[in-house]
């Protein structure tokens, strides 16, 4: 028997990210845009920010497809990719994603898969896609009903992030991606939460925004694969994601089931109350009631289970977060206790 | 405005590729087969070599798709991520494709993409898949007639090559893969080369099969994303990806339309009748005629296209890979000659 060692040597990447306002004006300055350029968005998207995006492209193409979770289908993400075919895409061409998470879910699973990886941009317009889920290169499509289930670990080149895009975000969505940026001061940054504990948060939207990146920053640089640390940007989420499931197609947002997900995973009543307090700050109910056996059922089927086992988060100080394994049976007397 | 970059130092990976006789029974040895097992393979696949693999394992589930590239399609890439998730299949779970090219290609895809990537073996049982196809890490399925244009870059755990797979192998399909064992002698290897024409290649099969990976190994090793080395991988398929488009329907294999795409690439007349003599001896003709305008298109249409030139591969010795960009004019005039 001769054993054959193929060893790969990867490399060191780096991957800017640049928050500021107006930051998409100067997309041009930043990024090479002589090439061919899909820009995927949805109709939810005010037209005005994708004009100004393809405005800087030299050959683009706009494809937008309906607002909404639905987009994250296997449907669509072929669709896309037919698209980049039609018009001939190569290898060194450039797929833009202008949208909320799930554009830039959807937008980064094609060009990872088109061609095996074409480059990537991601310019997030809501405040969740913002502050959480543009960096970190999750993307991902879901299967009948379960989220992100099938993707890739791709990293886009380039992050825009302007501040400006909020002003035409509803409240409601803006306050839904401040749950994410709640999140971050918990888990890992003291002085992010204090903000909001002491401040009013709309006055800082832009401060909010570069703290919970550099929370995002640091964790993702630590576990770019999700191996171990990066499990913390989980917290909420266990029980937030069976929310969702649950819940989301009567409405609920996505911040909104996390926020409901958070408040049973910190380790005491007096951190429980301050959390609720800065909730009522931006407009968040975190205790919801919710059907413990159904959202268990939906949480338990979630990707984050592992056998009979289920990591979660737990919060004790603002700024500390710990990994615990639990059994499905203790995850449940913890949603019915509302505490653990 | 603000500068967060986003820093990722990739890991060394090391992916054993195991070569030998009766290898496949020795799976058990190598790698964890405690968990959920997916044994992705076809109708075409000996029965007996994929129960040899099932026996091996704790919990298996077996999934026999339709032989042929037709399995390489969107359709059958979401019913094996429908059937992982069914059978709630965790990232610590395992895929392992049993299968040729086609096999390897849609089970490693669906192991990169399920939950982002799930634990993948390789075990290829094809004389072309265990030459060429099954190392290297490249993923896809094909859309609209066009090959491999959706994908990933993913590494096996583990390949495992028994070259007493191809005992049950038809001949011609035996051949099929030869070609890809000659290409890898003229790019890199001159006593690979030097074998097929001094000696009886069927009675060298297992000396060809590791010759082959070392090759691949050592290209791949150097340029794991195909970034400019391993396009000398490529060489005969720039044509031959295209002859194979346009007649692949009407049965002819791969190697049979990659030994076509080869010949016009070799530096001289001398070496073309050397080679041409090689492929005698593996029943394969290298000069089968083609309809120049339509495989230019479908060759132009392939994703190593970029912009208004391609990149070829020529060969003026053996063992020694040369890569140049030409146009399209100019590979259509090569293609017309029969000689670069």
Redesign the interface.
């Known amino acids: 028997?001769?054993?054959?060692?193929?060893?790969?040597?990867?490399?060191?990447?780096?991957?800017?990210?640049?928050?500021?306002a107006q930051?998409h004006a100067?997309l041009h300055e930043w990024a090479d845009l002589s090439c061919k350029t899909l820009i995927l968005t949805d109709d939810g998207v005010p037209r005005a920010h994708v004009e100004a995006i393809a405005s800087q492209c030299s050959n683009p193409v706009i494809m937008t497809v309906l607002q909404g979770e639905g987009a994250k289908s296997?449907s669509v993400?072929?669709d896309v990719?037919?698209m980049l075919?039609s018009h001939?895409f190569?290898?060194?061409d450039l797929l833009i994603s202008v949208g909320g998470g799930v554009i830039g879910d959807l937008g980064g699973f094609c060009a990872?898969?088109?061609?095996?990886?074409i480059r990537f941009i991601n310019i997030p317009t809501t405040s969740l896609s913002q502050i959480d889920s543009s960096?970190g290169g999750?993307?991902?499509i879901n299967?009948?009903g379960?989220k992100?289930?099938?993707?890739?670990?791709y990293?886009p080149e380039l992050v825009i992030v302007d501040p400006d895009f909020l002003h035409t975000l509803p409240r409601r969505h803006l306050n839904n991606g401040l749950v994410e940026a709640v999140k971050a001061g918990l888990i890992a940054d003291s002085a992010l939460f204090d903000l909001f504990e002491q401040e009013n948060p709309y006055d800082h939207l832009t401060e909010i925004i570069?703290r919970s990146?550099?929370v995002k920053?640091h964790v993702?640089?630590n576990d770019?694969?999700e191996k171990g640390l990066r499990k913390i940007l989980n917290f909420g989420h266990t029980i937030g994601h069976g929310v969702e499931s649950v819940y989301g197609l009567s409405g609920l947002l996505h911040g909104e089931a996390v926020a409901v997900g958070m408040m049973p995973m910190l380790g005491s009543d007096s951190l429980r109350e301050r959390v609720a307090r800065v909730f009522e700050k931006i407009e968040i109910d975190p205790y919801k009631p919710y059907d413990v056996p159904q959202v268990l059922e939906a949480a338990t089927?979630d990707?984050k289970?592992?056998?009979d086992t289920v990591s979660i988060i737990v919060v004790n100080e603002p700024g500390e977060a710990i990994i615990e394994s639990i059994s499905f049976d203790r995850l449940a007397q913890i949603m019915r206790e509302g505490h653990q």
């Open positions: 028997m001769e054993q054959i060692a193929l060893t790969l040597a990867a490399k060191q990447t780096v991957h800017p990210i640049y928050v500021g930051a100067s296997f993400f072929s990719c037919e075919l001939k190569g290898r060194k990872a898969s088109y061609m095996r990886g960096i999750k993307t991902a299967v009948h379960v992100n289930i099938v993707g890739a670990f990293q570069k990146l550099h920053q993702v640089e770019p694969e089927r990707k289970a592992q056998g």
